[in-house]
């Protein structure tokens, strides 16, 4: 069993910055492929951006791509999101993700455990 605990996010305006950290339980950190989604009011959970065990292969969707870095550190059981140059349409509940597989997915029915998510807001 995993449990997973998402931390950092908050208000901040267009072109700011926010850094998000997801803590996980358990001692098989290494071999769970990890992502970060996110899901705005009324609108499905979508991928944002994912790596695999080791954090040398990443991820991520092309709304977020040369803005958001994605990284890990396994002897920490921690896995981050920073994310650079925000939007107005960043804004929503980012969740983290394990997944019992070395590379990550894309989709949301393939992760196997979820954080309780942390709210992002993005002022114009």
């Known amino acids: 069993q995993v449990q997973l605990v998402e931390s950092g996010g908050g208000l901040v305006q267009a072109g700011g910055s926010l850094r998000l950290s997801c803590a996980a339980s358990?001692?098989?950190?290494?071999?769970?492929?990890m992502g970060w989604f996110r899901q705005a009011p009324g609108k499905e959970r979508e991928f944002v951006a994912g790596?695999?065990?080791?954090?040398?292969?990443?991820y991520y969707a092309d709304s977020v791509k040369g803005r958001f870095t994605i990284s890990r550190d396994n002897a920490k059981n921690t896995v981050s999101l920073q994310m650079n140059s925000l939007k107005p349409e960043d804004m929503a509940v980012y969740y983290c993700?394990?997944?019992?597989?070395?590379?990550?997915?894309?989709?949301?029915?393939?992760?196997?455990?979820w954080g309780q998510g942390t709210q992002v807001t993005v002022s114009s």
């Open positions: 790596l695999s065990g080791s954090g040398r292969s990443t």
């Open positions: 993700g394990g997944r019992a597989s070395w590379y990550p997915s894309m989709g949301v029915r393939d992760y196997d455990y």
């Open positions: 358990g001692r098989t950190f290494s071999s769970y492929a």
